[in-house]
């Protein structure tokens, strides 16, 4: 089997976030305080097994907001010695800062964060994601923090329609000021579940700045360098010294061929999507 990643999802109670576009925000969790180590450790060998060497921390809600989850997982990270060469954390940045939280990224492993962004302009992405007062940053700040302890930087660019009246040379621009050495142009999804979150990425999402971009990196006359292609089919370009990718596919539904990742749940057990519980591997 031809699997990229394995997605590790925090258990969280909510999120401290509502961003407009997540149809999660709506659901409370029921695994908040399940931790069942052997079944999760049973999980993690069947992923190396299969050849994955990289590990996606995430949440539906901040994977933060349950460091008691971290602690346990660091554990058995350790306990395996450290069975993914690759680990990457997925956040808004919004508890980065808070007290050890830097210092507990590093003793899981972590390599990269990627910081979810919704306008890299920094004038809408508070508003976007609707962060707590006490919690809002200013993007460059927070950028600065992640490169100066270590991390590599990953800006997830949610493709918002603050992005259709910039040209594609400016967001690489934007993106290599605040010091990016790897960016995911993420093409927002929704659903026809009438749902208040899916009407506004319908109302909201970008028209035509994402195959502008893709032309820019990749096209005819393209400026970006081939690097290589991935598993599901997405292909990763050098641009002004950043590896680039665009995700047509954030839900990873368009190719049977291959898994983009897995998804180790709240609940203990493997999927293969994220909306679908008849996906379940084991």
Known sequence: MNIQSISIVVPTKGCVNSCKFCVSRMHTNDYERI??????????????????????????????????????????FSELEHPFPNVEFQTTGVLLTAADNIQHLKSLGVNTISLSVSDIYDDFNMEI??????????????C??????????????????????????????????LGADQVTFRKLYSSDDNSEQSQWVKENACVKILDEVREFIKGKNGKGTLL?????????????????????????????AALKYVILRENGKLYARWDDEGSLIF
């Not at 994601?129 to 927070?142: G, M, N, T, Y």
């Not at 991935?230 to 641009?239: E, K, Q």
């Open 129 to 142: 994601i609707s962060a707590p007062p006490s919690l809002r940053f200013d993007l460059k700040e927070r």
């Open 228 to 256: 290589y292609h991935l598993p599901f089919g997405a292909s990763v370009y050098s641009i002004n010294g950043m590896s680039t990718v665009i995700d047509d596919d954030c839900m990873s539904k368009e190719n049977d």
């Open 144 to 177: 600065n923090i992640i490169k100066n302890e270590g991390f590599n930087l990953r800006l997830s660019l949610n493709m918002t329609k603050y992005y259709d009246d910039a040209t594609p040379q400016d967001l690489i621009n934007r993106c290599k000021y």
């Open 35 to 76: 931790f069942n180590k052997f079944q999760i450790q049973k999980r993690i060998k069947w992923a190396v097994m299969n050849g994955v060497n990289t590990c996606i921390i995430t949440g539906t809600g901040e994977a933060l907001q349950n460091k008691n989850f971290l602690y346990l997982l660091s554990e058995i």
